[in-house]
């Protein structure tokens, strides 16, 4: 796939796929012990959902992260794709992309929020976390599911 678009124009394109197709999202593990004192299972991630496989290719080339094919939930549909990214490396898209940014400018904040704060590695040896840092990051989880609830008008 050849492009010899400048830096300036792949981040306002990425930008509109991601205000368009993408979601920006802090997600729970299902397997982690959020009673104990140990880091809850949360963890910031990127996605891009399309049936044209080339535009995920592309967002992959530019930016890194992962494509994959999950099962076709229906028969007759076209195979859907998604460009994943997670944690440091999408805090840094979004940091990027952010002036171009228009309907998912709260959840990039938010989430670019989210992400310093984990790697200022709060709590001792940064695996423990104190109470109060729990309940911020899962605040900050509360805040990101409702700013991705279907029927949300929360543009700039």
């Not at 859907?80 to 400018?105: Q, V």
């Not at 104190?130 to 008008?153: D, F, I, T, V």
Request: net charge positive.
């Amino acid at each position: 796939m050849e492009n010899n678009w400048t830096p300036g124009t792949i981040k306002a394109w990425t930008a509109g796929i991601i205000d368009g197709e993408g979601t920006v999202s802090i997600i729970k593990h299902k397997r982690a012990e959020f009673e104990k004192h140990v880091f809850p299972g949360l963890q910031m991630r990127l996605r891009v959902a399309n049936t044209n496989k080339d535009m995920l290719s592309l967002l992959q080339l530019s930016w890194g992260g992962n494509i994959y094919a999950p099962k076709r939930r229906r028969e007759g549909h076209k195979q859907a794709y998604y460009w994943d990214i997670g944690c440091n490396r999408a805090a840094r898209i979004l940091k990027l992309i952010l002036p171009y940014l228009i309907t998912k400018c709260n959840h990039a904040q938010l989430g670019i929020i989210y992400q310093d704060r984990v790697n200022k590695k709060i709590g001792r040896n940064g695996k423990y976390l104190s109470s109060r840092e729990k309940e911020m990051r899962l605040s900050m989880y509360e805040q990101m599911k409702a700013l991705n609830r279907k029927g949300s008008q929360d543009a700039r």
